[in-house]
Each structure stands twice: as C-alpha cells, then as structure tokens.
DNA sequence: CTGAAAGCGCTTACAG
DNA sequence: CTGAAAGCGCTTACAG
C-alpha cells in the first residue's frame, strides 16, 4: 500500500490538517512544525495523491488535446506548444486522437469531460460540430485552434490564412506570373476554404483566368498532393504557378515533380502554406507561408488557462496570428 | 453544480448504490430497477466523475506516455499506437514531452505519479535513468519503448538495430560497394549504438577498409545530418555508400545532396534507417530499413495492459521487432 | 435484488 | 498556529 498523508501525520507526530498545510505551503505553519513535516515527508517518500485532493478541489490539473492525427507534424507542434504552456503551471494534458472522425471526436469529448479535466482545446476535424459548443456551455472551458467550427461561440485561435494566401498569390501575379493552379482541402475544414478565398480573391483582382481544371481539391495529405499535381499537369496548358494548401499537398507535389521532371513547365513555381526546405532542395523556387506553430499552441493554452482560473467573464475571441512569408531558391 | 450519483438516485427513487450498479452493468439489477436508473441517467444527463471512482477503486485508467520530443514523426507514430491501443481498453494517456532532458524527465515521472496512472510508457532520453527503475520498483508497470536503458529490469519493446543495419550494409557489400561511410548518433541513446555495432560487424567481416573521419556522430537531427555528411563529403576520398543512423540524418544529407550536387559521388548510395520517399524523389537510390512503427507503439501499450491488470508475475521481457527493408530508385 | 454505511486520501471552514 | 470533523462522489462488503 501506498503512504498517505495519514502516515506522514503519525510520523511528524501532527494532523493530518497540518500535513496538507505543509505540502500546500501554507504560510501560517510554524517553522518547527513544516520541517518535522518535511522530514516525515522525505523518510516515508510521500507523494500527494492528487486524485483525492481533485475529488476535494473540483480541479485536476489536467485538460484534454484533441487532434485528427498524431503524425502530423503541425499538428505535434501545436502540442508540444501547449504541453509547454502547461508545463510552466503545472499542468498535465491528455492527448487524444479524433482521427479525423466526427463520432470518434465527439466520445472521446465525453471520455475526458467523465476524466473531470479542467479545460479541452481542439483541432476540430469538421466545421460541423455542435455538440463542441454543448460541452462549452456545460462549463468546461473550451479552445479551438487551427480550424473553426460553425455556431461555436467560444475562443479559437488561428491564423490568417486568408490574407496570407492572398497576399503571398498577389506577390506573384506582381512579379508577372499570370498561369495558377490550386491544390485545395476539403470545405469542411476552415483552413482550406479560407486559403481557397485568398487565392480566389487575389487572382480576381488580377485579372489572370484561371482553368477550372487547373483548381482541384483534395485531402491535404501527400497523396492527393500528388495526384492532384498530376491532374493538374495533364491537362492541355498547365499552368507554372501552383498554390498549395499545406504541407502535405506541397510534399506529394514535389514527388510528383521529383519523378516526372519532363512533365513540368521550366518556369515552375510554388506557393505554399506551411515551411519546408525540401521545394529549394528539388529546384522548384517558392514562396512559403510559415505559421507560428508553437506560438498557436501555446497561445490556446494561455487562453484555456486564463478561462480555467475564472474569467469566464471576458468576451470570448477568436484570434488570428500572423504568418511570415519565405522565400526559397528565387534568384536574386 | 453537476450532477451526481446522488442526483440521478433521487430520481429514480433508488439508492445511489443501486444507481452504481447500474452504471457499472451490474447483472443482478431487476430489469425495471435498471431501466428506472437508466431513464434518470439520460434526463439528467449523469456522466461518472471517474476521479470519484479512481480513489476508490485505485485505478484511474489513465497512463502516462512520455517522448523525448513531439516534432518528431517516428515517436508521434509511437503514441499513435498506444493510444490506439489503450482507446480499445478505454484508457487514456497523458502525454509528457521530457525534451531530451533527464531532469524533466524524472520531474514528469514523479508528476505522472502524483496523477496515479496505472502504468507509464517510457521513449527514454538516455540509457543512464535509474530513476526508471526505481519507479517500476515502486510498483508502478513500466514498458520502454525504442531504446533500452541500463539497470532497467522491466519490459521493453524495441527493433532489431543492429541485425538490421548489419544485413543492411552486408547486402551493399554483397553488391560490390566497398566505399562506406557512417553517419551515427551519441552514444547515450541505444539506438545509436546498436545501429553503428551493426554496421561495424558488417564492414569487418566484408574487408573493406573505412577512414575514421568517415564514421561521424550527431544528434540523430536533420541539421547534423546535414553537417556531417559535408564533413564526410570534404575529406579526400569521399565514400560512395553512407549508412545514416535515422530519418533525421537522411533529410539533412539529402538537403546537402540536393544543394551540392557536383560535390558528392556519380555512385552515391544511401542505407538509412526509417523510411522517406525523399531519396528516390532527389534521385539518389537507397535501401532503407522500414520500423514497425505503430506496431512498436501497440505492442507497448499491450504489454502495459497485460502488467496493470495483475499480469506482473511473468517474467520481464525484451521484445525485439523486425524491420523490413525497401529499396528505392534501384533500377532492375 | 437492494440498501445503509464505511471508506478511498485529501482539503478547509470552524473553533480554539 | 493547529486539530477535529465534515465532505468531495464514488464503490462494495455486508446484511437482509
């Protein structure tokens, strides 16, 4: 059996009341006392049971992360962001994997409200979500990032996708390219129609026509990255300047170009959210859109924190922050 | 205030044992008795505080799962087989990043203690922890994951490192290639050194001589994998075959391929453990040793599993999963 | 088949 | 500054 603050009590000779004074340091316990307290602690190796203490406090320490996929490089430095964040106060996280599934997402919600974790921040994998906004009105205290969920009326955190794709698209139709393609997500995750309108928008506004053929929408994974690259090279006049929704699309892309050099135009050129080197290394030049993936993550906590320690009042906030733009292998 | 057992017992008109019973599928409730509770559990929407139960039962079907990073696609692959694994179970996991650091690492184990998980799955930081041990000693199970750690006499799930570089490399050497260099990790995490043992037995036996300053060690990260392999490429008589201790080494010597063609051997060739499509996209062939990734995670959580439900006196064991070997870019 | 009651290991208002 | 006691929300041995 374990030792409890029942044996710490016998061995110092006090309360237990004392005890769990000591070892919540309240101040008003004599010197004397804390260290025959102290000492006891040492020889019996006690450790707080924080089961019982969360059964008496009605807090845990603990929140639940849930994402659609773990092998997911942003989506893993959204957490490690927020297990940092959490780490500094104390803070342990469940993490859970939604799997990109609506019925699995909305269990394992249930699963953590019955674990009693004081807040939950989700990377939601749909837009339709409902029963998200009943466990924020049943007071747990709720944060999304990355993506939004309609009728959701709580704090999000994101970025810009939209003026980042338009604002990176407008560079190029600047620089004089005039032919776009689009490798897009599915309109259930946010991210991917917001991307889709800055580039809609700033191609627009150019005034350059974009071949319906040459827009293609998949499931921001490499595989469709590639596939999509490949439609969108077959057809009759492909177009050099190819937008891409995230980092997946932009990897299966390059193995497409990797492997059928012959099949893209010289002038080739990529823009794409998300950073990765590897575009520069295969010789395609691009523009990246880089987003402050740890800064989202611990953001979200700071957020779910701020809630968790009763400013419930505050107006609820949906945040967006900025990306940065990169450039590889442009000459210049 | 939510609601509790006590809640849903005054409206069914029961006792809250009853009400228990019924929650936990009690079979020798009445039919109508269950049904009463039943009905009162969904009007008032009554979920089990497990934190409640957990004191009481001493379980908390919670474990801890703790990584050395979250960045990381082979370890984040890992968590994503044991959370597959313990969702089937309905457990859940904390997850704990110890960022290669043994003093957060043995802060979180003691946390994770606090917590009272039932078990806790370890990707250790280094092979010098004996806090491991004594954690596993005090009667917490423990299973490692992917390196092993000295002193530790509990389960483990690994790969076959050094089999598998050994056929690795001894299958080039079969080919004709006598060239090697070595592109490792530090001596502290046990991969590292069972991968280069491998290696060393496989160019010993084959004759071959290999300069020293081929053979470097880094941080199993992409950026000395970069680096070492511009050493390597910088000596005077660069090796045409490198053997890369893991994925991270082989996308930084890829990116220096990529950025310094002219510099590296017409022949070059790469092994590497894990597995990328990437070598074949730039166009150097390899055989790369694939690990049984989720399987790794699995099996962990599995053996946890069997150790929390009273299975603790079977003897510990070290499990050693096979890799498999894929080739890429090898024309025939 | 069901209930009264004890108890899991803490915290804290109250009293002194 | 310290202790006795109640209580957090469950589970379960015991009794009937």
Redesign the interface.
């Known amino acids: 059996m ?1 030792v409890t603050i029942k044996h710490v009590a016998e061995r110092a000779g006090v309360s237990t009341a004392t005890v769990s004074r000591v070892v919540n340091k309240d101040t008003r316990i004599s010197a004397a006392t804390r260290e025959k307290v102290e000492q006891a602690v040492r020889d019996l190796g006690y ?6 203490r ?2 008496k406090s009605k807090r ?1 320490r ?1 929140i639940g ?1 849930l994402a659609p ?5 942003f989506f ?2 959204v ?2 962001g927020v ?2 964040r959490l ?1 500094e106060d ?1 803070y ?6 939604s799997r990109e599934s609506l019925e699995r997402e909305q269990l394992s919600l ?7 974790v004081d807040g939950i921040i989700i990377i939601p994998t749909s837009n339709e979500a409902e029963y998200i906004e009943a466990i924020r009105r049943g ?1 747990t205290p709720v944060v999304l990032v990355d993506r939004l969920v309609s009728n959701f009326h709580g704090d999000a955190i994101l970025v810009d996708n939209e003026d980042a794709t338009y604002n990176a698209t407008r560079r190029l139709v600047e620089s004089g390219r005039c032919s776009f393609g689009f490798i897009g997500g599915r309109p259930h995750v946010t991210t991917a129609v917001e991307r889709h309108a800055g580039f809609v928008r700033a191609v627009e506004e150019s005034g350059c026509r974009v071949d319906p053929n040459h827009i293609q929408f998949g499931d921001f994974d490499e595989e469709s990255g590639y596939t999509l690259m490949e439609a969108i090279m077959n057809t009759a006049n492909p177009p050099d300047t190819i937008v891409l929704g995230n980092y997946f699309s932009h990897l299966g892309a ?2 497409y170009v ?2 059928h050099r012959d099949a893209v135009p010289k002038s080739l050129f990529f823009v794409s959210f998300d950073d990765t ?2 575009s ?4 395609i030049p691009s523009i990246q859109i880089a987003q402050p993936v740890d800064e989202l993550g611990r953001r979200a906590a700071e957020r779910l924190l701020l809630r968790i320690n009763g400013n419930s009042s505050f107006p609820y906030q949906v945040e967006r922050l900025r990306t940065r733009i990169t450039e590889y292998g442009i000459a210049g």
Not at 110 to 116: R, S
């Open positions: 374990n450790r707080v049971n924080t089961v019982a969360s059964l845990t603990s992360l996929e773990f092998a997911n490089d893993m430095r957490a490690e297990e940092d780490a104390g342990s996280m469940f993490l859970v994997n249930g699963l953590l409200i019955e674990k009693q007071g390059l193995r990797g492997t080197v590897l520069g290394i295969i010789g």
